[in-house]
């Protein structure tokens, strides 16, 4: 119940094109879910996050959208630039109060070709 | 800086040595992350601090493992009698107490073990 399944593992999607990147978990518990992206030889960088309140939230061409009956979410990335290429780490956590453990999914890496 | 530091970036040790890998967390966050990286893989949570007092330790792979925080500030990971399935690279992470959209990492230390 833990655990959050992430798909695809890779992703090659020509620059300008859309980038979708899905994930879904279990535990209705959880009650926070970003998104973060790695580059290699970085930590982990938030992008952008979600609560369950609302179904999307978008930030410049970042898009979450949220499906609570499903308990799925999906990173969309408009226009995407060969700068996007990186991992991208779906993530849940529960504990509004104290910020407890997150679960990450297992990654996605994206590649943007120019 | 004013970011999540981590020392060392990487460590080369023998099987059976212990190590230690610290975190100097973003000055005011209260909430302290440990995860491991394993190579292309997702993040696995170890530990979370709430101040110095750690309510989560159920992360924590084996009694090799330990984690300590003093001060509010600064975070060492140890791990005892290190085995080859320990490499990986170990991300901290920080936060704001209830406030996960304010997570942080540090660049992680690389740990390999011969």
């Known amino acids: 119940q833990q655990q959050v399944k992430q798909s695809p593992q890779s992703l090659i999607v020509q620059k300008g094109g859309i980038s979708i990147i899905n994930c879904a978990y279990e535990n209705t518990a959880f009650d926070y879910f970003p998104w973060y992206q790695q580059f290699p030889g970085k930590g982990p960088a938030l992008l952008i996050a979600i609560r369950p309140d609302v179904s999307e939230k978008k930030e410049g061409r970042f898009t979450i959208s949220f499906n609570k009956s499903a308990k799925q979410f999906s990173l969309h990335i408009m226009d995407s630039q060969p700068g996007d290429s990186a991992t991208y780490f779906c993530a849940a956590s529960k504990g509004h109060l104290y910020g407890q453990n997150f679960v990450f999914g297992p990654g996605t890496r994206l590649s943007v070709l120019p | 800086g004013a970011g999540v530091s981590q020392s060392p970036s990487n460590k080369v040790t023998e099987k059976g040595k212990d190590v230690e890998l610290r975190c100097d967390p973003i000055?005011?966050?209260?909430?302290l992350y440990w995860y491991r990286q394993r190579l292309g893989q997702g993040l696995e949570f170890l530990i979370y601090f709430q101040g110095n007092s750690a309510p989560d330790k159920s992360g924590l792979p084996s009694d090799r493992f330990s984690a300590e925080r003093t001060g509010e500030s600064v975070s060492t990971l140890t791990i005892q009698r290190t085995q080859q399935e320990d490499s990986a690279v170990y991300l901290c992470?920080?936060?704001?107490?209830?406030?996960?959209?304010?997570?942080?990492f540090g660049p992680g230390t690389r740990l390999t073990v011969l």
């Open positions: 000055s005011g966050h209260t909430a």
């Open positions: 992470a920080s936060s704001f107490s209830g406030r996960p959209d304010t997570q942080y």
